[in-house]
């Protein structure tokens, strides 16, 4: 495996279940840090809990959309979601895959090259490679599986703040360019992580939100912001002879809907099964059946709330037809 985030170490954990030799290369060291909403939805509960991962964390119990005075909330039907700080989630991750016995190494792949019977990786052969390398993946690049780039770019900030949490939903607050997710991620911590396609600081963004601004009132901010983008990444395959793309480094649509846990879980399970089975085209027809609720429906509401006029109508008349909204919240939070 190529990449030790929650992608790769869910990929190695079903490869050591296979009975499969794993070795995970990242090439950094530890736990680490990544903007994220820190949101699981119960989906990606289930199937952490499939791998023998359960991170500490708040209970989310459903989605909750502002926008002005206007709000709407739908609760989760099939259990909760998890608010989970992204350090303990890959802490629990590196523990079952330690216990697990696979072997992690600091290490960066240099060069990656498929032939017929297996992969040279620095010089290292393997039957098979898993890819798990991120958004920007080195490897999706040097194999020339780079897709068009997306004319529209979109960029995450998140900054925690020591806050008890006011609610057990995650607030998504909506201003003309950008939207605010408010998760809580502990008894006395919520994280803050805005998506946006304009320019600006996350203080600068936040001005767009008087009511959450009010909230935060003088909590302390956790740590330093950090920050993700351009979103947008497109794969034009996602298997390369015996090299396959798992989770962000497959291609990214956006973080609209908060299923990215999920998704890569559900890639890792289908990679190490078309391995396996010594099938690894196969991985390419399944990646595209278990990501297209994904993909059409954050696409779809993505383009729809480019348009300013849909946009500013989408909490009203969410809230005018909450049955709508709750299907559509509990469509994306069902298992992958």
């Known amino acids: 495996m190529i990449g030790g985030g929650p992608a790769g170490l869910a990929s190695a954990l079903y490869a050591a279940r296979a ?11 530890g736990i680490v840090d990544k903007a994220c909403g820190e949101g699981l939805m119960p989906g990606a509960v289930t199937a952490l809990a499939d791998i023998g ?4 964390g708040e209970d989310l119990v459903g989605i909750r959309y502002l926008a002005g005075r206007h709000a709407v909330e739908a609760p989760f039907r099939d259990g909760p979601g998890r608010g989970v700080r992204r350090t303990a989630l890959h802490a629990a991750m590196r523990s079952a ?9 600091q290490r960066c792949a240099q060069q ?3 032939e017929p019977d297996g992969v040279v990786v620095d010089e290292q052969r393997f039957r098979y490679v898993v890819a798990a390398d991120g958004l920007h993946s080195p490897v999706r690049r040097r194999l020339g599986l780079d897709g068009r780039p997306s004319p529209r770019r979109r960029y995450g900030l998140r900054r925690h703040y020591r806050l008890a949490p006011q609610t057990s939903y995650v607030a998504v607050h909506w201003a003309e360019s950008v939207e605010a997710y408010v998760t809580p991620v502990a008894g ?4 803050v ?10 203080d600068n963004h936040l001005t767009r939100f008087p009511s959450l601004r009010a909230r935060l009132g003088d909590a302390t901010p956790l740590g330093d912001v950090l920050g993700a983008g351009p979103l947008r990444q497109r794969a034009r395959s996602r298997v390369a002879g015996r090299v396959l793309l798992v ?3 497959g291609g990214y649509v956006d973080a609209l809907t908060g ?6 879980v559900a890639q890792a399970r289908a990679a190490v099964a078309a391995v396996a089975d010594h099938d690894p085209m196969r991985y390419e027809h399944d990646w595209r059946t278990i990501t297209r609720r994904y993909r059409l429906l954050t696409a779809s509401l993505l383009g729809a709330t480019r348009w300013h006029p849909i946009r500013r109508a989408l909490v009203p008349t969410a809230e005018r037809l909450p049955g709508v909204f709750a299907a559509a919240v509990n469509s994306l939070a069902r298992p992958a």
């Open 193 to 202: 992580a805005l998506l946006t396609s304009a320019r600006g600081s996350f």
């Open 112 to 114: 990656v090259r498929p």
């Open 97 to 105: 895959a330690e216990a697990s016995g696979i072997s992690l190494e």
């Open 188 to 191: 006395d911590v919520v994280g």
């Open 19 to 29: 009975g499969l030799d794993v070795t995970v290369w990242d090439k950094r060291a």
């Open 53 to 56: 991962v359960a991170p500490a």
């Open 247 to 249: 989770g962000d480094a």
């Open 259 to 264: 299923e990215g846990v999920a998704m890569a």
